[in-house]
T-cell receptor, first 113, second 113 residues
Framework: DAGVIQSPRHEVTEMGQEVTLRCKPISGHNSLFWYRQTMMRGLELLIYFNNNVPIDDSGMPEDRFSAKMPNASFSTLKIQPSEPRDSAVYFC???????????FGQGTRLTVV | GESVGLHLPTLSVQEGDNSIINCAYSNSASDYFIWYKQESGKGPQFIIDIRSNMDKRQGQRVTVLLNKTVKHLSLQIAATQPGDSAVYFCAENRPQGAQKLVFGQGTRLTINP
C-alpha cells in the first residue's frame, strides 16, 4: 500500500479564493482525520470520520472550513474563502476502526497570500 | 483547557548518547499515549505507544515510561544516531469512540556528531 496520499503537496493561493485539499486513506481503514499544523498551535485535530460519517468537527475553526468523505477512499477539506491565517500544513491520517495507530500522509503546505 | 504539553522545545545530544524527551498531560481520562517522530517535510510517524494500564514499554532502542500519578510521559532513545534528529510529539487518546489524538507542541531533537 502506498500509504495515505494527499494532494496537492503545495498550494499557493490568493486571499478570498477557494482551496480544496484531497486525501486518499489507506485501503481498509475506516477512520480518517484532518489535522492542521502551525508553529504557533502545533498539530490540531480539525475533524474526523468513522465509516465516512463525520464524528467530531469541533476542531474546525469556522464556517469557512468544510470537510466531506463521499466514500471510503476519498476525502476533501475545503476552505472558502481562504485567508492568510489559514496558511499551514494540513495533514490527513487514517486508521482502522478501533485501531490505535494513525498513519499520516505527507501533508499539504498551504500558503494564502 | 486541558492540553498535552512538553517540558522542553529543543534538545541536543551527542551521537551515541541516550536521550530523554518528556511530556506532561492533564487529562486523567486519557487511556492511550503515542510518541510520533516527524522529520522535515514529512508527516508524523508512529514510534511507540503505551496504554494507561502499563507503566513501561520497550521497543527497538526506544522505551516509553508512563507515570499516571504525576501525568508524565517520557521517551527514551538509546544510542542516538543522526537519523534520530527530528521533532518528537507525544499524543494522548481521549476515549471518545475512535481515537481522538491530542498532540503536544513537540520537542526538536538534534544529534551532534
Amino acid at each position: 500500500d502506498a500509504g495515505v496520499i494527499q494532494s496537492p503537496r503545495h498550494e499557493v493561493t490568493e486571499m478570498g479564493q477557494e482551496v480544496t485539499l484531497r486525501c486518499k486513506p489507506i485501503s481498509g481503514h475506516n477512520s480518517l482525520f484532518w489535522y492542521r499544523q502551525t508553529m504557533m498551535r502545533g498539530l490540531e485535530l480539525l475533524i474526523y470520520f468513522n465509516n465516512n460519517v463525520p464524528i467530531d468537527d469541533s476542531g474546525m475553526p469556522e464556517d469557512r472550513f468544510s470537510a466531506k468523505m463521499p466514500n471510503a477512499s476519498f476525502s476533501t477539506l475545503k476552505i472558502q474563502p481562504s485567508e492568510p491565517r489559514d496558511s499551514a500544513v494540513y495533514f490527513c491520517a487514517s486508521s482502522s476502526l478501533g485501531g490505535t495507530e494513525a498513519f499520516f500522509g505527507q501533508g499539504t503546505r498551504l500558503t494564502v497570500v | 483547557g486541558e492540553s498535552v504539553g512538553l517540558h522542553l522545545p529543543t534538545l541536543s545530544v551527542q551521537e551515541g548518547d541516550n536521550s530523554i524527551i518528556n511530556c506532561a498531560y492533564s487529562n486523567s481520562a486519557s487511556d492511550y499515549f503515542i510518541w510520533y517522530k516527524q522529520e522535515s517535510g514529512k508527516g508524523p510517524q508512529f514510534i511507540i505507544d503505551i496504554r494507561s494500564n502499563m507503566d513501561k514499554r520497550q521497543g527497538q532502542r526506544v522505551t516509553v515510561l508512563l507515570n499516571k500519578t504525576v501525568k508524565h510521559l517520557s521517551l527514551q532513545i538509546a544510542a542516538t544516531q543522526p537519523g534520530d534528529s527530528a521533532v518528537y510529539f507525544c499524543a494522548e487518546n481521549r476515549p471518545q469512540g475512535a481515537q481522538k489524538l491530542v498532540f503536544g507542541q513537540g520537542t526538536r531533537l538534534t544529534i551532534n556528531p
